[in-house]
C-alpha cells in the first residue's frame, strides 16, 4: 500500500443529517473498512441519483477521506464503484469482493499478524473467483446487494399487509442448513476432539463432562452434530471423531454452520451482513420465523466485538430488530417465495448442472444454409509474426502456459494480433477483454507504443501474472484491470477478445457497439451459451427473421 492508493466509493455526505447517502456496495465496503481498521485514502463519489442505504458520518472520523460532488474526469476512471487505483494509477480493481480482497492483503502485507487476515480464510482462497466462475461469489456480490434494491422498489409500488421475502434469503436460509464443506475438514474435526479432551482433563466436574448436553458454544465454538444432524453427546465426540480420522468416512460425520463458510468468520460474513441488516430493516418482524438460521447467524456475527464496534461507527441500530424471539403479531401477510435451493457450492454434487445436447449439426447447418446464413472467410488481415526476433517475454511459453499447447497458442495469437494491428490506428486505446495472462495485449503494446492498451481480466493470478510479464518489458503504456468486463465504462477505439467463455464474446462485442469502437474477436465455448440478465439469443436480427429456434443447438 502506498499514498496512491486510492478506494473510490459513490457516496453523498448529509452534514445535517449526520448520514451519508450511499449504495449498498459502498455500506458493505465502510463497514469492513471499520472492522479491519484499514489505512487507505477513501475518495467519495456523489455520481448517482439512487442512493437506497445510509451509514452514520461517524465512520468517516477514522478515515482519510475526500469528497467530491462529481465524478472525476479522468479516463482511467471509467468503472462501477467500488474500485481500487494502485500501481501509481496503472492497476485498477473493481467489484466488492476484489476491491476488499485487495484492501485486506494491503493491510496484511503492513500487518503481518493482523487479526483481518483470517477474513480471507483457507490460504487466502475466500471469494477470489470471480462471478462468473463461482455461485459462492455471484451470490455474494450481486444477488444478495441486488435484492436490497428490489424490495425497496417492490415495497414502494405495493404497500399494503403483503410482504415476499427476498429468494436470495429463502436460499441463504436453505444454506444454513447443508453440511459444512471445508478444507482440511478432517483436521479440524480432530481438532475438535483435542479441544474437548482438553476441557476434560482441566478438572471439570463430572456431572458436566459426562452430561448429554452439546459442547456449549463458548467452549468450542460450535455444536457438533451426527450424520443424522442430532447434537452428539460430550462423552460422544472424541470417540466419534478418532473412529472417523481413521476410517475417513467424513459422511458420518457433520459440523454446524456457524458462519456462512462452516465454523470461521470469513470475509463471506463481512459482506452479507450489512445486506441482511438493511434487508431485516425492511422486512416485518414475523419473516424470521422463515428465517431462523438467519437470525441465530445474525445475533452471532452481531456479538463479536469487532462486528458490534464497526456496527456502531456505521450507524446499524441492531436493536431495531428483534434479537431473541421474532415473535409474529399477525400483522403482515408472508409469501415464501419457491426457489431452485441449489447449493451454494459449486462442487456440491447435489447442484444441478446445466446439460447440453448437441444434435446432428448436419442438421443445424442445413437450417443455416437454407435461410441462407453461412459463414464469410478472408485471409487479408492474419499474417505470421517473427517469433525469434521478439522479446522471449512475449512469447506464450513465458506465461505459465503448458508445452503441448504452445505452437497452437502461438498461431492463435499471431492471427489476433496480426489482424489487430491491420486495424489499429496510432494514439487509439485498445482493450483486451478477457485478458488473460496478457498474451494478445502485451504484444499489441510492443508493437504500437503511441496505442493505450488496456488489460481486462477478472481473475486475480491471471493479471498478476500480465503485470509481471510487462514489467520485465517495461512496457509503460499497458494497464491493467481487475473486474468483469461489465464494470468496465470507459471509451476506446478497438476492443479485442480470444476465446472469451460463453457469453462474454457478445458482451465484448456489445461493449464495442455501444463505443462504436471496431473490434477483434475469436468466440470460444458456444455450447455453453445460454440466456442470462444481459444479454437474451438469438442477437442477430438475421437469426431472428428466420423460423430457426433458439434451442436448436441443444
Not at 459463414?375 to 492474419?382: A, F
Not at 488473460?436 to 503494446?445: P, T
Not at 488496456?454 to 486475480?460: G, H, P, R
Request: net charge neutral; aromatic share 10%; hydrophobic share 35%.
Amino acid at each position: 500500500m502506498n499514498s496512491c492508493d486510492i478506494l473510490f466509493l459513490s457516496a453523498r455526505i448529509n452534514e445535517e443529517q449526520g448520514m451519508v447517502d450511499t449504495t449498498i456496495e459502498t455500506s458493505i465496503c465502510l463497514f469492513v473498512y471499520s472492522y479491519c481498521g484499514l489505512e487507505l485514502k477513501v475518495y467519495l463519489i456523489d455520481d448517482r441519483d439512487d442512493y437506497i442505504c445510509k451509514v452514520s458520518l461517524e465512520v468517516l472520523r477514522n478515515i482519510n477521506y475526500e469528497f467530491f460532488t462529481k465524478r472525476i474526469q479522468n479516463q482511467e476512471l471509467y468503472l462501477v464503484f467500488p474500485a481500487i487505483q494502485v500501481d501509481n494509477r496503472k492497476t485498477f480493481i473493481a467489484g466488492v469482493c476484489a476491491v476488499l480482497r485487495w484492501a485486506i492483503k494491503s493491510q496484511i502485507e503492513k500487518y503481518p499478524d493482523h487479526y483481518s487476515k483470517s477474513l480471507l480464510g483457507f490460504r487466502g482462497g475466500c471469494l477470489v473467483a470471480c462471478t462468473e466462475s463461482s455461485i459462492w461469489t455471484k451470490f455474494c456480490e450481486l444477488q444478495l446487494p441486488n435484492s436490497i434494491s428490489e424490495i425497496v422498489s417492490v415495497m414502494k409500488k405495493n404497500g399494503g399487509n403483503l410482504v415476499t421475502i427476498p429468494a436470495s434469503l429463502v436460499l441463504l436460509e436453505a444454506h444454513f442448513n447443508r453440511p459444512v464443506r471445508t478444507h482440511n475438514i478432517l483436521k479440524r474435526k480432530l481438532d475438535i476432539a483435542k479441544k474437548v479432551k482438553q476441557k476434560r482433563t482441566m478438572g471439570l466436574p463430572s456431572n458436566t463432562v459426562h452430561s448429554t448436553q452439546t459442547v456449549p458454544a463458548a467452549d468450542i465454538d460450535f455444536t457438533v452434530y451426527d450424520a443424522n444432524m442430532l447434537p452428539l453427546e460430550i462423552d460422544d465426540i472424541s470417540k466419534t471423531l478418532q473412529n472417523l480420522v481413521i476410517t475417513e468416512k467424513s459422511h458420518e460425520f457433520n459440523l454446524h454452520h456457524n458462519y456462512l463458510e462452516g465454523i470461521d468468520l470469513t470475509l463471506a460474513d463481512m459482506i452479507t451482513f450489512p445486506c441482511v441488516y438493511y434487508l431485516l430493516k425492511k422486512l416485518p418482524t414475523e419473516c424470521m420465523q422463515h428465517l431462523e438460521n438467519i437470525g441465530k447467524w445474525y445475533q452471532r456475527m452481531s456479538s463479536n466485538a469487532f462486528v458490534k464496534k464497526a456496527t456502531e461507527e456505521c450507524g446499524f441500530s441492531l436493536e431495531t430488530i428483534n434479537s431473541t424471539t421474532f415473535e409474529s403479531v399477525n400483522t403482515f401477510e408472508i409469501i415464501v417465495p419457491v426457489v431452485d435451493k441449489d447449493s451454494l457450492y459449486k462442487r456440491d454434487p447435489s447442484h444441478t448442472k446445466l446439460k447440453c445436447k448437441h444434435k446432428n449439426p448436419t442438421e443445424i447447418l442445413t437450417l443455416l444454409k437454407n435461410a441462407f446464413i453461412h459463414p464469410q472467410y478472408s485471409t487479408d488481415y492474419c499474417s505470421k509474426l517473427e517469433w525469434e526476433k521478439l522479446p522471449s517475454a512475449l512469447h506464450p511459453a513465458t506465461g505459465d502456459l503448458p508445452q503441448n499447447r504452445v505452437d497452437r497458442k502461438c498461431q492463435q495469437i499471431e492471427s489476433m494480433v496480426t489482424a489487430t494491428l491491420k486495424v489499429a490506428k496510432e494514439g487509439q486505446t485498445i482493450v483486451e477483454f478477457c485478458a488473460g495472462g496478457g498474451h494478445i495485449g502485451l504484444l499489441i503494446a510492443y508493437f504500437l507504443p503511441k496505442c493505450k492498451v488496456l488489460l481486462i481480466e477478472n481473475k486475480e493470478s491471471s493479471i498478476l501474472r500480465a503485470k509481471k510479464r510487462a514489467e520485465s518489458l517495461n512496457l509503460q503504456n499497458v494497464f491493467f484491470y481487475q473486474c468483469n468486463l461489465d464494470y468496465f465504462k470507459g471509451s476506446f477505439d478497438l476492443g479485442v477478445s480470444l476465446h472469451a467463455c460463453g457469453v462474454a464474446t457478445d458482451l465484448v462485442i456489445q461493449q464495442c457497439i455501444k463505443q462504436q469502437a471496431s473490434f477483434v474477436c475469436c468466440p470460444c465455448c458456444y455450447g455453453g451459451i445460454q440466456n442470462t440478465h444481459l444479454l437474451s439469443y438469438p442477437l442477430s436480427k438475421r437469426f431472428c427473421s428466420t423460423s430457426i429456434p433458439y434451442q436448436v443447438g441443444y
